[in-house]
């Protein structure tokens, strides 16, 4: 079977689902009550520890 070339239309838009899974993969979005605890002594824990410090 020969190798097909995609059309601009399909070759962009293999690009750019592939840019949307990787983003997907590194978004850390981690709500209450989630099965994925973030651990105490992470960096985002810290963060998120020194923000709620400065807000009140």
Not at 26 to 52: D, H, V
């Amino acid at each position: 079977m020969g190798v097909t070339r995609l059309k601009r239309k399909d070759r962009k838009n293999k690009t750019t689902s592939r840019l949307e899974v990787q983003h997907l993969k590194l978004a850390t979005n981690l709500e209450p009550g989630s099965r994925s605890k973030e651990k105490a002594n992470s960096q985002i824990s810290k963060n998120n520890e020194i923000l709620a410090q400065l807000s009140k």
